[in-house]
């Protein structure tokens, strides 16, 4: 069974400083690994998709790399902002079977101005 | 363009009685999923369409969640005599293909009094 896990579950950064947010997972045949953002009371939005063969994505200030054999995926938030305060959650699907996301317990972010 | 929609935001219901969830994936969006965010379980996958093949029910905790899928499109999330462990937000996705990244809803918020 795959089991996802985000360590730390909070951390706290002055503004400006650069996050880096962790994301394990047990089982390493996934077939992508998608990063999420979630406010407090709001649903989920999509941050990054990686597919299985790929070794990083960027958007903007974001970067995620992969690495599938070592079970990790990191999320780099570049020259934070108290605007990126929020919970920050990462999937894995398996891919054969629907897609269906396992998710990790998130790790909340403060970013203080 | 519109995103993933959810109706009720917030639900209260008494115990034992029925609940009814709604959601309105993107268009043209072919598979779409159920997903609960509680407390104690974190984010956890319930059911799964994709098309018109049979949906995935492994992750419903019990016989009384059933969904429906009509048309393709729409989807409802039907919990039968609710009880108070099944208060939670529960999110629906949907997304171009199983294989594609999922687009969340802002979910509906149960508490079950």
């Known amino acids: 069974k795959q089991e996802v896990t985000q360590i730390p579950a909070a951390l706290s950064v002055p503004e400006g400083e650069n996050l880096v947010l962790n994301c394990s997972f047990t089982?390493?045949?996934?077939?992508?690994l998608q990063w999420f953002r979630q406010d407090p009371g709001k649903g989920l939005t999509s941050l990054l998709l990686i597919q299985s063969s790929q070794r990083e994505q960027t958007s903007g200030r974001l970067n995620a790399s992969l690495d599938k054999s070592s079970g990790r995926s990191t999320l780099y938030i570049a020259a934070s902002q108290p605007g990126d305060s929020a919970t920050y959650l990462c999937a894995v699907s398996r891919g054969a079977a629907g897609n269906k996301l396992t998710f990790g317990g998130g790790t909340r972010v403060l970013v203080k101005p | 363009g519109a995103g993933v929609s959810q109706s009720p935001s917030n639900k209260v219901t008494e115990k034992g009685k029925d609940v009814e969830l709604r959601c309105d994936p993107i268009s043209g969006h072919t598979a779409l999923y159920w997903y609960r965010q509680s407390l104690g379980q974190g984010l956890e996958f319930l059911i799964y369409?994709?098309?018109?093949?049979?949906?995935?029910k492994s992750g419903l905790p019990s016989d009384r969640f059933s969904a429906e899928r009509t048309g393709g499109s729409v989807s409802t999330l039907t919990i039968q005599r609710t009880q108070q462990e099944d208060s939670a937000v529960y999110l629906c996705a949907s997304s171009w293909t199983s294989r594609y990244e999922q687009y969340f809803g802002p979910g509906t918020r149960l508490t079950v009094t």
């Open positions: 369409f994709q098309g018109n093949s049979a949906p995935d």
């Open positions: 089982d390493s045949a996934i077939y992508n």
